[in-house]
């Protein structure tokens, strides 16, 4: 079935269709998303950068004062538990923002993205405490600003961040032959030199081997974070030195790495496997499970012309034909169906706004939950409260904890899966059809499911499912038979 290109557009590049959004119908207006979206601020950290990363250094500093009170026999609780909810609370309120972002940006393409390279280069809000804090920070300030311009850049932007040299342990990792390793006797760490080369460069399969790794880890030694400032910093005590040799180039000096850490990364960057490996994975993410073969060529060859400009790479995948052919070709994540059904409902800003409030009130089902009780004054309102915040936090956060893929928490560095072989499952089904039913019944109102199905799917939707949905007994079957049909899961 031939769509029409804006819808295609919203579908298979963006978080799908909403009224009144106009959307692109061919690949200069896509890559203009890109260039808007490059400049403007995120939803989160809710602070913004500069506020955040004092927030941070602050409930660092604060865990730190109480770590030392605890070792000398004097631990304090109520700091301890203080800073556990402040944290927890922030990034809660930090997901729902992101999910606000994805539902309410008019920049679809830009926004996934933003979600490609985020996932491409994993960090994980549950490695500890700070990274609560701190892996939103990783988004808003290395990924989003930098996914248009050159892929040596975001490299680097990416890898050299607080998030990542936490999330992958590098800051223990010291020189075997460094000051502090003569000294101290503490160990190589590889965790950070093996996700470089095979998740965010060359690729599984490419060629480099274990002697690689060890000398990848070797070159990034003395890179550490300063828990005052959260920036990242080289430690010469902690670095290794002497000559490095890595792919047949040599790095290194007697008096430590100093930069070549950043030397590498461009070179990595600028690698033909490297090129190969990210362009069949944009493949992968947009067009399909198996990338077809035709349309990677194209893109390694703009990569190379470009030397990694990655808005001339996006651009060499969306001019091609099959970009815009065989719609439905991959299974809509849980974030990307979630979002995208908001997206349908077409929620004004202020009641989205409004059901994001009553999530950000709320706490675990089994806690306090928030402000919004606190403050009610009678017993019908605590309740009332109660169902809201319950209710908000069903069709968030909790929804997509329960379908697998929870925002910032992927179960490895290697991100989520990509695949309709993980997302098309009888429990997956099963959730989004739970989900689909209760925000049918949250939302219906006086949408009529022929009016919510063309506002959904436009002419994506197929006879079958048009005549689904005309006999539909009620509106909330009716709506629920939209977000669960086959169209609307795929992209």
């Known amino acids: 079935m031939a769509l029409a290109d804006p819808t295609f557009a919203a579908i298979r590049f963006g978080y799908g269709l909403r009224p009144g959004d106009a959307m692109p119908a061919d690949a200069d207006g896509l890559l203009d998303q890109v260039k808007q979206g490059v400049s403007k601020k995120p939803r989160f950290p809710r602070e913004g950068i500069v506020g955040r990363r004092e ?22 609780e109520t700091i301890r538990r ?103 006797g503490r160990g190589l760490n590889e965790n950070l030199a093996r996700e470089l080369l095979e998740l965010h460069t060359l690729g ?21 974070v300063d828990n005052r400032s959260l920036d990242v910093v080289h430690r010469p005590r902690f670095a290794e030195g002497g000559a490095i040799s890595l792919l047949g180039r040599t790095y290194g000096d007697d008096e430590g790495a100093g930069q070549d850490h950043v030397l590498m990364l461009e070179d990595l960057a ?55 052919s065989d719609p439905g070709q991959k299974i809509k994540r849980p974030f990307e169906f979630i979002a995208s059904g908001f997206r349908a409902l077409d ?33 019908t309102a605590r309740e009332e409260a109660k169902q809201r915040a319950a209710t908000a936090n069903a069709l968030t956060l909790a929804a997509l904890q329960r379908m697998g893929q929870p925002i910032w928490q992927p179960p490895s560095p290697a991100g989520f899966a990509d695949d309709a072989s993980a997302w098309l499952t009888a429990s997956q089904l099963s959730e989004r059809i739970a989900w689909s039913q209760k925000v049918a019944r949250t939302f219906a109102g006086k949408l009529e499911p022929s009016q919510f199905l063309e506002a959904a799917l436009g002419d994506a939707a197929t006879p079958q499912t048009r005549n689904i949905i005309s006999q539909a007994p009620n509106k909330v079957h009716g709506i629920t038979m939209v977000l669960a049909s086959p169209e609307f899961n795929r992209r």
Request: proline share 6%; charged share 20%; aromatic share 6%.
């Open 270 to 324: 600028a690698h033909p496997k490297t090129a190969e490996h990210i362009c069949r994975k944009l493949l992968s993410h947009f067009i399909s499970d198996t990338p077809p073969p035709d349309m990677l060529a194209p893109m390694v060859a703009a990569w190379t012309a470009s030397g990694g400009n990655l808005t001339e790479v996006y651009r060499a995948m969306l001019q091609q034909p099959r970009a815009w």
């Open 82 to 184: 203080q800073t556990q909810r402040e944290a927890q609370a922030i990034y809660r309120q930090d997901a729902v923002a992101r999910l606000a972002q994805a539902v309410n940006s008019p920049l679809g393409f830009f926004e996934r993205l933003a979600s490609f390279w985020t996932d491409h280069f994993s960090t994980s809000a549950l490695k500890s405490l700070p990274m609560r804090m701190v892996v939103p920070l990783h988004e808003a300030e290395a990924i989003r600003p930098h996914l248009g311009g050159s892929f040596s850049r975001l490299l680097a932007a990416a890898v050299l961040h607080p998030a990542m040299l936490i999330y992958l342990d590098q800051v223990q990792s010291v020189g075997p032959d460094s000051v502090a390793g003569q000294r101290a």
């Open 204 to 224: 599984a399969g490419s060629g480099y081997g274990q002697d690689d790794v060890r000398a990848a880890a070797l070159i990034l030694t003395g890179l550490s």
């Open 55 to 76: 927030t941070a250094t602050r409930v660092i500093s604060l865990r730190a004062a109480e770590a030392k009170a605890a070792r000398d026999g004097k631990p304090n």
């Open 347 to 379: 929620l004004p800003e202020g009641n989205f706004a409004t059901l994001l409030r009553d999530m950000e009130n709320s706490e675990a089902a089994d806690g306090p939950m928030g402000k919004a009780i606190d403050m009610a004054s009678s017993a």
